[in-house]
């Protein structure tokens, strides 16, 4: 009798989980328009905060353990990095870029273009030309590596100094509005040993925080619904994916992250941040950067992060929330939406996404988001190429950058930059470096009149 009851029991349990079971597990399903709120940039991992700290806020709806491992990684990025040996946050350097996370991502968003202080936000790739390492997917300059450390620990010497000065031009529209243009140029100065006469130079400037749970979180298939590298429908955009090879799963994944999609996971961006721009190994990277220069400390403390350490930083960025829209009522940003679609931006900065399932964390898990990219690379044309190949990705291939957030970008770091080094103080600069695929829909918007330009410029602000 008793067995028959724990059987019937097990029946009736197994009946009433079992929806349960099939709901968490079921596919990305299409969204019901009638229910479609156009504010939720992230679907339910969207905050509501028009503030500085916009940026900061973790997804709604956590469980306790989820919460508390959000709380260890915002501490986490906040941490100060100091030279070894030291009781608390020890392994700085002994080359570096920066000595925390939040130094260069100022309120979990962008940076500063400078280099060489301490809120400086750029960093510097170094590589050869020639056939890339299959694992990094560039070829390292020796007493280098692929990084540019230009900060040093007490008593040991920077790889070299970074100076970056502008050179200015004026564009003007047809209607006679002017804009304008600055070209950075960089010089580095006294490297500690002579740099290869062909060696490439990569500026790249910190990106947001938010959102990258959910990026990570859309299906690969999905990416690749995007890919046309042959334009196939002749629309002149010929978006392909970049394949890394990822070494925290061993295996070469669709690339995601990065301005050259030329890293696969959330844990491997955090791990070679640790490892590259603060000089902190850890269990993804436990060698020093500066291994095998005469920089390097010859200590035996590596790994130097804790596990729980790098582990608690990579879920908090994962559960960082989208900042929700604003003004989508207004007739002006209703306006600049339909002309985003019509000068053809919509076709790189892909407006929805739906996320696929991830059973560990379902407020990231079957939602409709808007962060405007499609993770592809996409050649730029010649005046925004750095030259330098990233796996698959070429010398003037880019990644598209998402747009959600971008109209909060004055609040949360004062002065707005944008593209990849910085350089565009304005949405309008930014557009206006826009060439190869997107030489027509850049066309586009300079034939546009002087309302209409900015009815898009408020449509892309209210992101």
Aim: hydrophobic share 35%; aromatic share 10%; with cysteine.
């Amino acid at each position: 009798m008793i067995k028959f009851r724990i059987q019937k029991a097990y029946f009736f349990t197994t009946i009433i989980c079992l929806p349960i079971i099939l709901i968490m597990c079921r596919k990305a399903d299409t969204f019901n328009e009638k229910e479609y709120d156009p504010r939720l940039s992230g679907g339910a991992a969207t905050v509501f905060d028009e503030t500085s700290k916009a940026f900061g806020h973790s997804i709604d709806g956590m469980n306790a353990n989820d919460q508390h491992a959000h709380g260890v990684g915002d501490k986490a990025i906040e941490q100060t990095f100091v030279t070894a040996p030291a009781p608390v946050n020890s392994g700085l350097g002994p080359v570096f870029s920066n000595v925390s996370c939040v130094s260069c991502h100022h309120n979990d968003g962008k940076g500063t273009p400078t280099a060489g202080f301490v809120n400086s936000s750029l960093l510097f790739r170094l590589s050869l030309p020639g056939t890339a390492d299959s694992h990094i997917g560039v070829v390292p300059v020796p007493g280098f590596g692929t990084q540019l450390q230009d900060l040093a620990t007490f008593g040991t010497t920077p790889e070299a100094k970074v100076t970056i000065s502008y050179t200015s031009q004026t564009f003007t529209f047809p209607d006679g509005e002017t804009a304008s243009l600055r070209t950075p140029i960089y010089n580095i100065l006294n490297p500690y040993q002579p740099l290869p006469a062909n060696y490439l130079f990569s500026p790249r400037m910190a990106p947001p925080f938010f959102g990258l749970g959910l990026l990570q979180n859309i299906p690969e298939a999905t990416i690749l619904s995007y890919a046309d590298e042959n334009d196939a429908n002749g629309d002149g955009i010929s978006g392909r994916p970049n394949y890394v090879w990822d070494p925290s799963l061993g295996k070469t994944m669709i690339g995601r992250f990065g301005m050259k999609a030329n890293v696969a996971t959330i844990l491997t961006q955090v791990a070679g941040a640790y490892q590259q721009d603060m000089g902190v190994t850890n269990y993804i990277f436990p060698t020093e950067s500066s291994f095998g220069q005469p920089q390097y400390d010859g200590r035996t403390d590596d790994p130097e992060l804790p596990d729980s350490i790098l582990n608690g930083a990579t879920f908090y960025i994962k559960s960082l929330a989208v900042p929700a829209r604003r003004n989508v009522t207004d007739p002006v940003v209703l306006q600049g939406e339909q002309i985003f679609k019509q000068i053809n931006c919509a076709s790189c900065h892909i407006p929805t996404m739906q996320t696929g399932v991830d059973v560990t964390f379902p407020q990231i898990s079957n939602q409709r988001i808007h962060a405007y990219t499609d993770l592809l690379l996409h050649d730029m044309g010649p005046a925004l190429a750095d030259n330098r190949p990233d796996f698959l990705a070429t010398g003037s291939e880019w990644k598209t950058p998402a747009l959600w957030g971008i109209g909060l970008f004055e609040k949360t770091n004062g002065t707005p930059f944008y593209l990849h080094d910085g350089r565009a103080r304005t949405i309008t600069e930014a557009i206006l470096w826009h060439g190869g695929e997107a030489q027509m829909a850049k066309n586009k918007f300079v034939q546009l009149s002087s309302a209409d330009r900015n009815a898009l410029i408020s449509f892309i602000k209210s992101l």
